[in-house]
């Protein structure tokens, strides 16, 4: 091995990412002023099982979107990314519902307009529920669909972030990116 990538979340919220280090880092530094935070989280393919990142977040981040980057795809498998906790239940799938791990790259969650020959709709929604209402549309006058984009405040109460591949999983790898911005307290 002659490079790894350090995801660093302190205590308070604040997230560091280095990409690549390739020696001994003596110090790191935490901007403590940036309030925005980009926490970058890797994920290895498992198959149908609650995974625990490791990663805990404290109360009072106001968490604005969930991403998804694929570095090796696993084809006709999804992905579901949220919070876990042993007394609370959590929402295991929301920051992310059922994401496509088949191709590489980041992927698109949220719904896309689909041209019909009804009528236009949109399509399936991949964020989860805790970052937005939605309604899956379809060919059909009725069922157009919408979706409302929401942020989620951390209570430090379900603070486990986890992730479960589909049955089947056996080769994805990525990362997820939550985007937040650390609250005054």
Same mark, same amino acid.
Do not use: W
């Given at each position: 091995?002659? %490079?790894?990538?350090? @995801?660093?979340?302190?205590?308070?919220?604040?997230?560091?990412?280095?990409?690549?280090?390739?020696?001994?880092?003596?110090?790191?530094?935490? !901007?403590?002023?940036? $309030?925005?935070?980009?926490?970058?989280? &890797?994920?290895?393919?498992?198959?149908?099982?609650?995974? =625990?990142?490791g990663f805990d977040l404290p109360a009072g981040l106001l968490i604005e979107e969930a991403l998804l980057?694929?570095?090796?795809? =696993?084809?006709?498998?999804?992905?579901?990314?949220?919070?876990?906790?042993?007394?609370? @239940?959590?929402?295991?799938?929301?920051?992310?519902?059922?994401? %496509?791990?088949? %191709?590489?790259?980041?992927?698109?969650?949220?719904?896309?307009?689909?041209?019909?020959? !009804?009528?236009?709709?949109?399509?399936?929604?991949? $964020?989860?529920?805790?970052?937005?209402?939605?309604?899956?549309?379809?060919d059909a006058v009725a069922t157009v669909g919408g979706s409302t984009v929401k942020k989620y405040i951390?209570?430090?109460?379900?603070? @486990?972030?986890?992730?479960?591949?589909?049955?089947?999983? =056996?080769?994805? $790898?990525?990362?997820?990116?939550?985007?937040?911005?650390?609250? &005054?307290?």
């Amino acid at each position: 091995m002659t %490079s790894v990538d350090l @995801s660093i979340l302190t205590a308070t919220g604040f997230a560091v990412f280095i990409e690549s280090a390739t020696q001994a880092c003596g110090k790191v530094l935490i !901007n403590l002023e940036d $309030r925005n935070q980009l926490l970058v989280v &890797p994920f290895l393919f498992n198959d149908n099982a609650v995974a =625990d990142t490791g990663f805990d977040l404290p109360a009072g981040l106001l968490i604005e979107e969930a991403l998804l980057r694929v570095t090796t795809a =696993d084809a006709d498998e999804t992905i579901e990314f949220g919070f876990d906790n042993a007394t609370e @239940s959590g929402d295991l799938d929301g920051l992310i519902d059922a994401a %496509s791990l088949a %191709s590489t790259g980041y992927v698109e969650l949220a719904g896309q307009i689909t041209g019909g020959s !009804n009528i236009d709709y949109l399509g399936t929604e991949y $964020r989860g529920a805790l970052l937005c209402t939605h309604i899956d549309g379809a060919d059909a006058v009725a069922t157009v669909g919408g979706s409302t984009v929401k942020k989620y405040i951390t209570d430090g109460t379900i603070k @486990s972030l986890v992730y479960t591949c589909s049955a089947g999983s =056996d080769t994805a $790898r990525g990362y997820f990116i939550v985007k937040y911005e650390v609250l &005054p307290v």
